[in-house]
């Protein structure tokens, strides 16, 4: 396997996912480049890492899957969406909620910090927006 700053280039990505790769190989080189690289770990440990799905289903807030999103957070988000840059905006506005929900220790302070900085930060980048075409 390739030694990258992070454990798994594309290519072993596309073992791991196609079996070729047994677990405890997986396992092996996981612990091999933890102890190889403690800064790179320790960053990825701390960072969010859960995968980004897919677009496929055709909902354009499937990027945020696995956010603590309300019902109203997701009205807010489809009526403030800006056509032109739906996923770079998503990518950035889930970036904001796991920021921001990182720095708080507990569940629901967790998700609340990650809701008010996520949406005030699209509130701005609507605003801009305006401002813009305007």
Known sequence: ???WQQPFDEFDIE???NQTLSLNQIKGYLLEWARENPEQYRQ???ADT???PDHK???PLAILEGLELLPEDKAFIKRHLP???KDQVLKEYRKQWTDAANQNSGSIS???AGRRAANT???AVVKDQQHVTA
């Open 1 to 3: 396997m390739k030694r």
């Open 15 to 17: 073992q791991i996912e």
């Open 44 to 46: 990825l440990k701390e």
């Open 50 to 52: 859960r995968i980004e």
């Open 57 to 59: 289903t055709g909902d």
């Open 83 to 85: 056509i032109n840059r």
């Open 110 to 112: 967790r998700a609340n």
């Open 121 to 123: 930060w699209l509130r």
